[in-house]
Structure formats: structure tokens, C-alpha cells
């Protein structure tokens, strides 16, 4: 869009930011390694390009999130580059809330011939990502991705954030073959899931302002 209009990045977002625009998410990040974004999403951006634009949204005040893509033709190596990349922004602008790992699910798509990780494998990326990426606020769980019982035990591995009452609004997650069937809960549910596990449900906004805690 900001391409379209012909101005650079930094003009784009302050004209959306001067129309209400407050955060943005951190989709498209895949996997930062040159070679694997060659071959596994030739179409995107490059990670240079990436984290061109959320620097620049965070110097104009636009705090983002940021993923990773884990769990196909990557290697533990290329998961700390690119989180590396993401923690040497971070320590620079301070402007990323959240850090999303995404699990690799192979069905329907171009990688379909590839298996996918375990649940031990999705519970030492949380931690280790928790323990690597010590300037970002906030780990989350997908649960539509990884499915309600492993979200739960991820928040005794690191994670302290879960996407709320989704009603199958990601349906490429669905078509990949997510660890939900059914992606929908109901806000007693998850509250549910997280006081099992432990803990206290907090609501939030999306750029993580406290709104209230729920009943015990």
C-alpha cells in the first residue's frame, strides 16, 4: 500500500498513524535465514525489509509484535539468528510487545511431504525463546496452532500470553491443519485453561494495557 502511494515507509506510517492506526502485528517474519525464504516464501519480503518497516514503526510510536516460524526445513541454528535479529532491534527500539512462535503444520500445502514437530519439540521453543529473548515483554501461544492442552502447558514453559476467543478467524491455520479442530473458545473457557495451569487470567488490550483480572 505504502509502495502504491509512492512515499516511503516512514511517511506511510505516520499517515496511518495520524488516522488511527496504534500497533501492528508481526505476521510475514517466517523464518529470517536468506535461503529459506527463497525457498519457502519467495513472495515475501526479505527479513532486511521486515525489520525495516518495524523499526521505523516503532521510532514513530507504533509498537508491533514479531513471529517465528519454526518446525520445517529450519535448523536450531536459524531459529537463534533470527531471533538474534529480533532481540538486537529490540534492544535498540523497545518496541515489540510480543514474540509469537508459529508451529510448522503440513497439510495442504507446498510442504505437505514434510513431518511436524513434537509437542516436547513446541515446549523447548517456548523456553528457550523465553530465556533468549529476555528484552521482549511477552511470549505467546497461538492455541488455535498448537491446540488448548499444549497452550496450557506452555505457560509453565515460558510462555505468558494466549490469543483470546478466536471463532476460526485464521482459517489458513485450519486448512494447514491446526491442533484445533473446532478453533473457539469462550472467555470462561480459557480462563478455565489458565487457572488450571496455575495462574491468574488477566484481560488486556492489544497493545498489553491491563483491563481487569478475572475472578478466582
Same mark, same amino acid.
Given at each position: 500500500?505504502?509502495?502504491?502511494?509512492? $512515499?516511503?515507509?516512514?511517511?506511510? %506510517?505516520?499517515? %496511518?498513524?495520524?488516522?488511527? &492506526?496504534?500497533?501492528?502485528?508481526?505476521?510475514?517474519?517466517?523464518? *529470517?535465514?536468506?535461503?529459506?525464504?527463497?525457498?519457502?516464501?519467495?513472495?515475501?519480503?526479505?527479513?532486511?525489509?521486515?525489520?525495516?518497516?518495524?523499526?521505523?514503526?516503532?521510532?514513530?510510536?507504533?509498537?508491533?509484535?514479531?513471529?517465528?516460524?519454526?518446525?520445517?526445513?529450519?535448523?536450531?541454528?536459524?531459529?537463534?539468528?533470527?531471533?538474534?535479529?529480533?532481540?538486537?532491534?529490540?534492544?535498540?527500539?523497545?518496541?515489540?510487545?510480543?514474540?509469537?512462535?508459529?508451529?510448522?503444520?503440513?497439510?495442504?500445502?507446498?510442504?505437505?511431504?514434510?513431518?511436524?514437530?513434537?509437542?516436547?519439540?513446541? &515446549?523447548?521453543?517456548?523456553?528457550?525463546?523465553?530465556?533468549? &529473548?529476555?528484552?521482549?515483554?511477552?511470549?505467546?501461544?497461538?492455541?488455535?496452532?498448537?491446540?488448548?492442552? $499444549?497452550?496450557?502447558?506452555? %505457560?509453565?514453559?515460558?510462555?505468558?500470553?494466549?490469543?483470546?476467543?478466536?471463532?476460526?478467524?485464521?482459517?489458513?491455520?485450519?486448512?494447514?491443519?491446526?491442533?484445533?479442530?473446532?478453533?473457539?473458545?469462550?472467555?470462561?473457557?480459557?480462563?478455565?485453561?489458565?487457572?488450571?495451569?496455575?495462574?491468574?487470567?488477566?484481560?488486556?488490550?492489544? $497493545?498489553?494495557?491491563?483491563?481487569?483480572? *478475572?475472578? %478466582?
Amino acid at each position: 500500500m505504502i509502495t502504491e502511494s509512492g $512515499v516511503t515507509i516512514s511517511e506511510g %506510517l505516520a499517515e %496511518l498513524r495520524k488516522y488511527g &492506526l496504534d500497533s501492528i502485528p508481526g505476521g510475514g517474519a517466517e523464518i *529470517f535465514d536468506k535461503e529459506i525464504r527463497k525457498r519457502i516464501c519467495p513472495e515475501k519480503a526479505s527479513a532486511e525489509r521486515w525489520l525495516e518497516i518495524h523499526e521505523v514503526a516503532h521510532s514513530l510510536g507504533i509498537p508491533s509484535n514479531a513471529t517465528m516460524l519454526y518446525g520445517h526445513v529450519e535448523n536450531y541454528a536459524h531459529r537463534i539468528d533470527h531471533m538474534a535479529r529480533l532481540r538486537d532491534l529490540q534492544d535498540r527500539t523497545g518496541g515489540f510487545n510480543a514474540f509469537i512462535p508459529l508451529k510448522f503444520k503440513n497439510a495442504n500445502n507446498s510442504m505437505s511431504s514434510l513431518g511436524e514437530v513434537s509437542m516436547t519439540e513446541d &515446549l523447548k521453543n517456548y523456553a528457550v525463546s523465553r530465556i533468549f &529473548l529476555d528484552n521482549i515483554p511477552h511470549i505467546k501461544a497461538y492455541w488455535p496452532m498448537i491446540g488448548r492442552e $499444549v497452550a496450557q502447558m506452555s %505457560l509453565l514453559f515460558g510462555a505468558d500470553d494466549l490469543d483470546g476467543t478466536i471463532e476460526d478467524t485464521t482459517k489458513i491455520y485450519s486448512m494447514a491443519g491446526s491442533g484445533e479442530k473446532n478453533p473457539e473458545m469462550s472467555t470462561n473457557e480459557i480462563c478455565k485453561l489458565i487457572r488450571e495451569a496455575g495462574f491468574v487470567a488477566v484481560e488486556r488490550d492489544s $497493545v498489553y494495557n491491563f483491563i481487569h483480572t *478475572f475472578a %478466582l
